[in-house]
């Protein structure tokens, strides 16, 4: 499936902005669609962050706080406004202005 994608390196947003808030409930691993997440003695643990799409379900159904991820951009934004405009995704990390597409 999607779990040996890799978006941009070492770009993407989303970090565990509160480790001790953790109580192991595990849905940002059933949530995530690339498999960024793992459970290690009963705390989330970021398995593979070049995997992530920023796409934000981990942190919106995170009810302790613990995730924080700044959902709607990168290759995530990129791929769903290609969608919508029916063109190739622009992630805008081009030095011209972001006329190239890179994801």
Do not use: W
């Amino acid at each position: 499936m999607f779990y040996d994608q890799k978006y941009l390196k070492n770009i993407s947003s989303l970090k565990i902005a509160d480790p001790g808030k953790c109580p192991g409930c595990g849905r940002c691993v059933e949530v995530c669609p690339h498999n960024v997440f793992e459970l290690k003695d009963k705390k989330v643990q970021i398995l593979n962050r070049d995997a992530c799409m920023e796409c934000g379900a981990c942190e919106m159904n995170c009810a302790y706080g613990v995730l924080e991820v700044n959902s709607g951009v990168g290759c995530a934004s990129a791929i769903i406004y290609g969608i919508i405009k029916r063109t190739e995704p622009v992630c805008g990390c081009s030095p011209e202005g972001g006329t190239s597409s890179c994801c």
